[in-house]
């Protein structure tokens, strides 16, 4: 179900008296009959001679038997801890939320695709105003996240904004196989179709990217252009990885997620406190982030089972590795922020030497962190506006 009362029939999450506002659906699929995506084109692959796949498994090995110990021991924890009380603080937590909607164009529902069986939330405005314009978040976000973009671009590109599967009203399956990058890559695919259009500019951030990338290899028709922000492609990151481990220290975040049950009571111990700094610290967030565009990020991670579909992202990040090198192709925009603390701009350069050539253009933010689409929204439009311009005349 999804989060709009006029095609579900099932309440959404409160939010401000923006009765302008509306919520839509999109159906997200998994593509083949067998649930997996086509494999790469081997004309397109590049021989990567400086990581053979047996250096790749070596080095991980250490981490996947430390891995599975810990899943272990945490397993026995959970069933012998007898304390009612234990690691529950804000797991209970109720929240309520204010959207502050940014407009009041916002598009009417569209019917469901059933592809898939799961549907997801959606805000729109432009319809009819040009290409469709598709947005993907990142964690811990949502498609408020996209809100002075959806704002921008609307005169002239239908926006859509979608939460993505686990996120928000979005449909959540609870099973950690749910969250594949080719069932996620697979959503995107549907939702572009589900909405009557061919192709579409796909603009995305953080995990937002890591699909992204993965729809413009695999799907290519798909995307006529895309802006991409602070997210890069999963087989980049792993080699780049390899040889600077500053990175895998920035990023060791998502070793943690890879454990069961935890990182959900520890996100949500302490009113969500983790994921506040997260997104308000002064230094690392989003700055001048105001209390009420806080809640409107944490009210659906504090419903029942909210992080589950977002930290389940992060169990099937290393299921495919290691991975191939691909040669990138698709037109697209590159923004980075160097300060970012997550990710080193180093792999700009990275992403660079795998694109055909005069097919990226990629520029570092000397002053922007992680949080681009919200922190730098001015250098952000005006880089999208020239990267489009042709496309409008």
Same mark, same amino acid.
């Given at each position: 179900? %999804?989060? %709009?009362?006029?095609? %579900?029939?099932?309440?959404?999450? /409160?939010?401000?008296?923006?009765?302008?506002?509306?919520?839509?659906?999109? *159906?997200?699929?998994?593509?083949?009959?067998? *649930?997996?995506? /086509?494999? /790469?084109?081997?004309?397109?692959?590049?021989?990567?001679? +400086?990581?053979?796949?047996?250096?790749?498994?070596?080095?991980?090995?250490? #981490?996947?038997?430390?891995?599975?110990?810990?899943?272990?021991?945490?397993? *026995?924890?959970?069933?012998?801890?007898?304390? !009612?009380?234990?690691?529950?603080?804000?797991?209970?937590?109720?929240?309520?939320?204010?959207?502050?909607?940014?407009? +009041?164009?916002?598009?009417? %529902?569209?019917?469901?695709?059933?592809?898939?069986?799961?549907?997801?939330?959606?805000?729109?405005?432009?319809?009819?105003?040009?290409?469709?314009?598709?947005?993907?978040? *990142?964690?811990?976000?949502?498609? $408020?996240?996209?809100?002075? @973009?959806?704002?921008? &671009?609307?005169?002239?590109?239908?926006?859509?904004?979608?939460?993505?599967?686990?996120?928000?009203?979005?449909?959540?399956?609870?099973?950690?196989?749910?969250?594949?990058?080719?069932?996620?890559?697979?959503?995107?695919?549907?939702?572009?179709?589900?909405?009557?259009?061919?192709?579409?500019?796909?603009?995305?951030?953080?995990?937002?990217?890591?699909?992204?990338?993965?729809?413009?290899?695999? &799907?290519?028709?798909?995307?006529?252009?895309?802006?991409?922000?602070?997210?890069?492609?999963? #087989?980049?990151?792993?080699?780049?990885?390899?040889?600077?481990?500053? @990175?895998?220290?920035?990023?060791?975040?998502? &070793?943690? &997620?890879?454990?069961?049950?935890?990182?959900?009571?520890?996100?949500?111990?302490?009113?969500?406190?983790?994921?506040?700094?997260?997104?308000?610290?002064?230094?690392?967030?989003? !700055?001048?982030?105001?209390?009420?565009?806080?809640?409107?990020?944490?009210?659906?991670?504090? @419903?029942?089972?909210?992080?589950?579909?977002?930290?389940?992202?992060?169990?099937?990040? $290393?299921?495919?590795?290691?991975?191939?090198? @691909?040669?990138?192709?698709?037109?697209?925009?590159?923004?980075?922020?160097?300060?970012? !603390?997550?990710?080193?701009?180093?792999?700009?350069?990275?992403?660079? #030497?795998?694109?055909?050539?005069?097919?990226?253009?990629?520029?570092?933010?000397?002053?922007?962190?992680?949080?681009?689409?919200?922190?730098?929204?001015?250098?952000?439009?005006?880089?999208?506006?020239?990267?489009?311009?042709?496309?409008?005349?």
């Amino acid at each position: 179900m %999804c989060g %709009c009362r006029c095609c %579900c029939g099932r309440p959404s999450a /409160p939010s401000d008296a923006d009765a302008g506002s509306a919520r839509g659906t999109a *159906g997200g699929g998994q593509g083949k009959q067998d *649930g997996a995506l /086509p494999g /790469p084109d081997p004309t397109h692959l590049a021989v990567d001679e +400086a990581m053979p796949e047996l250096v790749v498994t070596a080095l991980l090995a250490p #981490s996947r038997a430390s891995l599975r110990l810990l899943r272990a021991l945490v397993r *026995g924890l959970v069933l012998t801890w007898n304390s !009612p009380c234990s690691l529950r603080l804000g797991s209970n937590w109720r929240r309520s939320s204010c959207l502050c909607l940014p407009s +009041a164009a916002f598009d009417t %529902c569209l019917p469901c695709p059933q592809s898939s069986g799961l549907r997801l939330h959606y805000v729109s405005a432009g319809r009819g105003n040009g290409p469709l314009m598709l947005f993907l978040h *990142g964690f811990p976000e949502n498609w $408020f996240s996209w809100r002075y @973009q959806l704002r921008e &671009f609307q005169s002239r590109f239908h926006v859509v904004a979608v939460d993505l599967r686990g996120y928000g009203p979005s449909d959540a399956p609870t099973d950690v196989d749910c969250y594949t990058t080719d069932l996620l890559v697979a959503d995107v695919r549907d939702i572009i179709l589900g909405l009557g259009y061919s192709n579409c500019i796909l603009v995305s951030h953080d995990w937002g990217a890591l699909i992204a990338w993965n729809l413009s290899i695999y &799907f290519p028709s798909l995307v006529e252009r895309m802006v991409v922000i602070s997210g890069a492609p999963m #087989s980049v990151y792993q080699e780049y990885s390899i040889h600077h481990v500053g @990175q895998l220290f920035q990023s060791n975040y998502m &070793f943690l &997620f890879q454990l069961p049950w935890l990182p959900e009571k520890l996100l949500s111990m302490s009113d969500f406190q983790i994921l506040k700094s997260t997104l308000s610290n002064r230094k690392t967030g989003i !700055p001048h982030l105001t209390p009420s565009e806080l809640e409107a990020f944490l009210y659906h991670f504090s @419903q029942p089972g909210g992080l589950r579909g977002p930290i389940n992202y992060y169990r099937n990040i $290393f299921r495919n590795f290691p991975l191939e090198p @691909q040669e990138l192709a698709t037109p697209t925009l590159l923004l980075w922020g160097e300060k970012d !603390p997550y990710l080193q701009h180093g792999l700009v350069g990275a992403i660079s #030497s795998r694109f055909v050539p005069d097919r990226l253009e990629a520029h570092i933010l000397p002053a922007a962190g992680h949080w681009i689409p919200q922190s730098h929204p001015r250098e952000l439009h005006r880089y999208m506006w020239t990267f489009l311009r042709d496309l409008l005349d």
